[in-house]
Nanobody, 121 residues
Framework: QVQLVESGGGLVQPGGSLRLSCAAS????????MGWYRQAPRKERELVAI???????NYADPVKGRFTISRDNAKKMVYLQMNSLKPEDTAVYYC???????????????WGQGTQVTVSS
């Protein structure tokens, strides 16, 4: 069974920083892309940032220049450094991983349970 667990969310003032972490565990043969998504109240889940297994990254326009995604393949972890936070960044942040559980398994997308980020004074 595969688990993704996020941590690092919380309450921060506008202009502040937070670092989110996501740990993948369980039966995992290979992890391909990993990413962060967010969902604000009454809005659909949206992409924040993604990173491939070789470190290529892509960011949503609202977070470019403020957020940085990174990963540690050996630890099966993905991170999101969030700087210059704005109230509109308030949302539940989810990590995901595109992975195979064993060599002949098909690739599948797995999600964490989410961590709340609130930006408010």
């Amino acid at each position: 069974q595969v688990q993704l667990v996020e941590s690092g969310g919380g309450l921060v003032q506008p202009g502040g920083s937070l670092r989110l972490s996501c740990a993948a565990s369980g039966i995992i043969f290979r992890i391909y892309g990993m990413g962060w998504y967010r969902q604000a109240p009454r809005k659909e889940r949206e992409l924040v940032a993604i990173i491939t297994s070789d470190g290529s990254t892509n960011y949503a326009d609202p977070v470019k220049g403020r957020f940085t995604i990174s990963r540690d393949n050996a630890k099966k972890m993905v991170y999101l450094q969030m700087n210059s936070l704005k109230p509109e960044d308030t949302a539940v942040y989810y990590c995901d991983a595109d992975l195979q559980r064993w060599a002949l398994d098909s690739r599948g997308k797995y999600w964490g349970q989410g961590t709340q980020v609130t930006v408010s004074s």
